[in-house]
């Protein structure tokens, strides 16, 4: 069941192609992403936590109907675990059996046996340069910042050649690379060599009209008024002094939450009694406790003509 789709022809078939899916791109991002696919270069998205990222890569794989192959990073991922590594006990196993058949005598074609691709555990960048249904799979390398400057020169290898080495078996080139996404929260600065290789956008918060809109998209049983009550506050409380801001993932979970209460607008009770679906330090949730709240609630009822 194959159901890819071309690649959009234009910025406005990019913005078209996302926002089918509930993806709601500013044009800046519908532009980047659409010379990426063009020009086949990976795309490199920084931004804070929850401001879509990820949800690109995601949205671009189902709307293409490409295989989405996803690598998440973290402190310490090697090689095994992004490329590729041997099925040892699977090895081991089969040297058991060739002995106990006496089967020992021709070595050379054990060793080939085992070490062929029957025994080989094929990890996230070896398999999205193997052909895939529907066309290059988008691979989505999550997090980039979590893993070490040694894991990025080899990705950066990887990414220039569409190619992995493994010395018992040779070379595997990809027939057509896969489009790539890499994402950052900007925990550490991304190399300078790997930057040079990717386009680059920086996701920034959703403005009013652009955060109202996504809300719409993926909390549409939240009532007109209450949304726009949401989306008021969380753009006026990213303005506050905060240890972490609340990103779009956290507006979605606090409309939820307050659909779930069946809430149809926000009073101050209500907002400190939620306050934990949006803010996830306690700091931060006590600094914005009691008058804050009611202070922040009072500027965005007057500014939404209540
Ligand atoms: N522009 C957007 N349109 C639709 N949904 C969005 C948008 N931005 C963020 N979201 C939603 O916010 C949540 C968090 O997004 P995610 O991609 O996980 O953030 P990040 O990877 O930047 O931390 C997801 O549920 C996603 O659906
Ligand atoms: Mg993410």
């Known amino acids: 069941m194959s159901q890819s789709s071309s690649l959009p022809a234009s910025i406005d078939a990019t913005l078209a192609l996302l926002q089918g899916r509930g993806y709601v791109a500013d044009r800046a991002l519908a532009t980047v992403l659409f010379l990426a696919l063009r020009m086949k270069r990976p795309l490199l998205l920084e931004g804070e936590a929850g401001t879509g990222k990820t949800e690109i890569a995601k949205t671009l794989a189902s709307a293409l109907g490409r295989k989405l192959i996803r690598l998440q990073c973290y402190e310490g991922l090697d090689l095994a675990s992004a490329v590729y590594e041997w099925n040892y006990a699977g090895q081991m196993m089969a040297i058991r059996l060739a002995e106990a058949g006496g089967a020992t005598g021709d070595r ?69 690379p896969p489009i790539v996404i890499l994402t950052s929260n900007r925990t550490r600065e991304i190399h300078d060599a790997l930057k040079r290789r990717c386009l680059y956008h920086w996701v920034g918060y959703p403005d009013a009209a652009r955060e109202l809109a996504i809300l719409k998209a993926r909390a549409p049983n939240a009532p007109a008024k209450l949304a ?24 979605l979970d606090w409309a939820s939450a307050l659909v779930e209460l069946d809430a149809v607008a926000l009073d101050p009770a209500l907002v400190s009694d939620t306050l934990g679906a949006l803010l996830k330090y306690q700091d931060d949730i006590q600094a914005m406790q009691g008058s804050k709240v009611k202070e922040l609630l009072d500027r965005v009822k007057t500014e939404a003509g209540r």
Do not use: M
């Open 108 to 176: 050379d074609k054990l060793e080939a046996d085992i070490f062929s691709e029957k025994y080989l555990v094929k990890r996230p960048l070896l398999q999205a340069l193997e052909p895939q249904e529907g066309g290059p799979p988008i691979l989505l390398i999550d997090e980039l910042d979590r893993t070490d400057e040694a894991f990025e020169a080899f990705l950066l290898e990887v990414l220039a050649d569409a190619q992995v080495t493994i010395p018992e078996l040779g070379t595997i080139k990809a027939a057509e």
């Open 228 to 251: 726009k009550q949401v989306v008021a506050f969380v753009q006026a409380i990213r303005k506050e002094e905060l240890f972490k801001a609340p990103g779009v993932a956290e507006t």
